[in-house]
Protein backbone atom coordinates (compact mmCIF):
# COMPACT_ATOMS: atom_id res chain seq x y z
CA UNK A 1 0.00 0.00 0.00
CA UNK A 2 1.36 3.51 -0.64
CA UNK A 3 -0.14 6.77 0.69
CA UNK A 4 -0.14 9.98 -1.05
CA UNK A 5 0.46 13.35 0.07
CA UNK A 6 0.09 16.58 -1.62
CA UNK A 7 1.33 19.95 -0.51
CA UNK A 8 1.85 23.22 -2.04
CA UNK A 9 -1.74 24.41 -3.17
CA UNK A 10 -3.25 27.72 -1.61
CA UNK A 11 -3.96 31.62 -3.22
CA UNK A 12 -2.68 32.62 -5.55
CA UNK A 13 -3.20 36.02 -8.59
CA UNK A 14 -3.75 35.47 -11.88
CA UNK A 15 -0.86 35.21 -13.77
CA UNK A 16 1.11 33.64 -10.87
CA UNK A 17 3.17 30.07 -9.82
CA UNK A 18 2.68 27.63 -7.91
CA UNK A 19 4.56 24.09 -7.00
CA UNK A 20 2.59 21.36 -5.84
CA UNK A 21 4.39 18.39 -4.23
CA UNK A 22 3.24 14.70 -4.17
CA UNK A 23 4.75 12.47 -1.44
CA UNK A 24 4.63 8.96 -1.14
CA UNK A 25 5.15 6.68 1.55
CA UNK A 26 7.32 4.07 -0.22
CA UNK A 27 9.45 3.85 -2.80
CA UNK A 28 8.20 5.01 -6.14
CA UNK A 29 10.88 2.95 -8.06
CA UNK A 30 8.00 0.30 -8.76
CA UNK A 31 5.33 2.98 -9.48
CA UNK A 32 4.96 3.04 -13.38
CA UNK A 33 2.55 5.82 -13.69
CA UNK A 34 1.34 9.22 -11.82
CA UNK A 35 -0.48 11.82 -12.39
CA UNK A 36 -1.94 14.99 -11.44
CA UNK A 37 -5.86 15.58 -10.91
CA UNK A 38 -7.90 18.25 -10.50
CA UNK A 39 -12.15 18.65 -9.81
CA UNK A 40 -13.31 21.84 -9.48
CA UNK A 41 -16.51 22.44 -7.93
CA UNK A 42 -19.86 21.12 -9.93
CA UNK A 43 -17.51 19.38 -12.47
CA UNK A 44 -15.81 16.42 -13.30
CA UNK A 45 -12.53 15.08 -11.87
CA UNK A 46 -10.37 15.70 -15.01
CA UNK A 47 -6.41 14.47 -15.84
CA UNK A 48 -4.14 17.45 -15.69
CA UNK A 49 -0.90 15.41 -16.83
CA UNK A 50 1.03 12.07 -16.02
CA UNK A 51 4.19 11.04 -16.06
CA UNK A 52 5.51 7.05 -16.48
CA UNK A 53 8.62 5.86 -14.38
CA UNK A 54 10.50 6.24 -17.36
CA UNK A 55 9.48 10.21 -18.20
CA UNK A 56 7.14 10.27 -20.62
CA UNK A 57 4.89 13.39 -19.99
CA UNK A 58 1.20 13.68 -20.94
CA UNK A 59 -0.88 17.26 -20.62
CA UNK A 60 -4.46 18.20 -21.11
CA UNK A 61 -4.29 20.89 -23.77
CA UNK A 62 -5.77 23.66 -21.01
CA UNK A 63 -2.41 23.55 -19.29
CA UNK A 64 0.33 22.75 -22.20
CA UNK A 65 2.98 25.23 -22.13
CA UNK A 66 2.30 26.63 -18.88
CA UNK A 67 2.08 23.81 -16.01
CA UNK A 68 5.33 20.72 -15.86
CA UNK A 69 4.88 17.69 -14.29
CA UNK A 70 8.12 16.01 -12.89
CA UNK A 71 8.96 13.11 -10.44
CA UNK A 72 12.24 12.48 -7.84
CA UNK A 73 12.53 8.90 -7.73
CA UNK A 74 15.21 9.18 -5.24
CA UNK A 75 12.92 11.45 -2.86
CA UNK A 76 9.60 9.32 -4.02
CA UNK A 77 8.01 12.71 -4.73
CA UNK A 78 6.16 13.64 -7.86
CA UNK A 79 5.93 17.39 -8.68
CA UNK A 80 3.67 19.60 -10.66
CA UNK A 81 5.21 23.50 -11.28
CA UNK A 82 2.06 25.69 -12.29
CA UNK A 83 2.75 29.09 -14.06
CA UNK A 84 1.08 31.59 -15.67
CA UNK A 85 -2.01 30.13 -13.55
CA UNK A 86 -5.67 30.98 -14.40
CA UNK A 87 -8.74 31.48 -12.94
CA UNK A 88 -9.83 28.51 -14.26
CA UNK A 89 -7.26 26.58 -13.19
CA UNK A 90 -9.00 26.80 -9.49
CA UNK A 91 -10.03 23.46 -8.03
CA UNK A 92 -8.67 20.83 -5.89
CA UNK A 93 -5.46 18.88 -7.19
CA UNK A 94 -5.11 15.50 -6.48
CA UNK A 95 -1.92 13.18 -6.85
CA UNK A 96 -2.36 9.15 -8.23
CA UNK A 97 -0.51 6.66 -8.90
CA UNK A 98 -0.80 3.02 -10.43
CA UNK A 99 2.24 0.30 -10.39
CA UNK A 100 0.90 -0.40 -13.75
CA UNK A 101 -0.68 2.19 -16.51
CA UNK A 102 -3.67 3.98 -16.64
CA UNK A 103 -5.89 4.77 -19.01
CA UNK A 104 -8.11 6.14 -17.23
CA UNK A 105 -8.63 7.72 -13.45
CA UNK A 106 -9.86 4.15 -12.72
CA UNK A 107 -6.87 2.21 -13.21
CA UNK A 108 -4.96 4.97 -10.73
CA UNK A 109 -4.98 2.37 -7.64
CA UNK A 110 -3.73 5.09 -4.97
CA UNK A 111 -5.15 8.73 -4.76
CA UNK A 112 -4.21 11.41 -2.26
CA UNK A 113 -6.60 13.76 -0.51
CA UNK A 114 -5.86 16.56 -2.59
CA UNK A 115 -5.08 20.16 -1.99
CA UNK A 116 -7.00 23.10 -3.11
CA UNK A 117 -5.45 25.57 -5.65
CA UNK A 118 -7.34 28.86 -5.84
CA UNK A 119 -6.27 31.67 -8.60
CA UNK A 120 -8.39 34.95 -8.08
CA UNK A 121 -8.50 37.38 -10.89
Known amino acids: QVQLVESGGGLVQAGGSLRLSCAAS????????MGWYRQAPGKQRELVAD???????NYADSVKGRFTISRDNAKNTMYLQMNSLKPEDTATYYC???????????????WGKGTLVTVSS
Open 96 to 110: AATRGFALTPRDMNY
Open 26 to 33: ASIFTINH
Open 51 to 57: ITRGGST
